[in-house]
């Protein structure tokens, strides 16, 4: 069975223990990943049959595992890709798997110029989705991938992005907006709804409130 392979029971440890040992130790952590790699080439069926029996819910080591095959994009860009496609087609499927697809974040895939132009394709297509948890996290994933260097190369992506800021729910008219501000693609005219500002302002001192308490609880930890 799988979980017999060394370096799979290695890595369930995140299952069960949030931070092993190994992981803690930088040297420990480099040789893990280039263990992975090396077992996920040598038995790539058997690894990506693993991968996708993993509860995308609860597993804690999707992030680690996504981690190390975005370090080897042109063996596994490909896989990557596809991932995005299938949790895509999970949230479609079933509202359940909705806030699963923030897991995508842990998927770099910006330094392959070829499989960062599948991303933006895959996401492209799903900025217009009835669903608003899928027009919000195409908007959400997509920043990673658009710059000010390689946005005329997708002028279709640029419209549907542009059509967002008059989305009907907040925050994806409010994700549109720091996708366009991060692009110095807004409007000149645009000017956002007095509702988004308040709302806005409130999610910033919600957080700087919430890093301050944090913050308090850390400091007195010591």
Known sequence: ??????????????????LPSWYLDEAECRK?????LKYASKNRRT?????HNLNIAESECLELIYETLSEATEEWGDFLVDEHE???????LNEEYLEDLSNLIDIDLTGSELHAGKIIELLTGKINHPH????????????DYLNVDNI????????????????????????A??????????????????KDLFYRKLKIWQKAKLDKHIEKILSESK
């Open 132 to 143: 608003e948890e899928i027009r919000y996290n195409s908007l959400w994933l997509i920043d």
């Open 47 to 51: 690894f990506v049959r693993f991968v």
């Open 86 to 92: 299938r949790y895509f087609d999970l949230a479609e």
């Open 32 to 36: 893990f990943k280039h263990d992975l």
């Open 177 to 194: 907006e720091r996708v366009l501000n991060n692009l110095n693609r807004l409007p000149q005219n645009y000017k956002p709804k007095f």
């Open 152 to 175: 005329r190369k997708y002028a279709k992506t640029l419209e549907l992005i542009l059509t967002k800021l008059e989305d009907e729910k907040r925050e994806v008219r409010l994700e």
């Open 1 to 18: 069975m799988i979980k017999k392979a060394p370096i799979i029971r290695q890595l369930l440890e995140f299952e069960n223990d949030d």
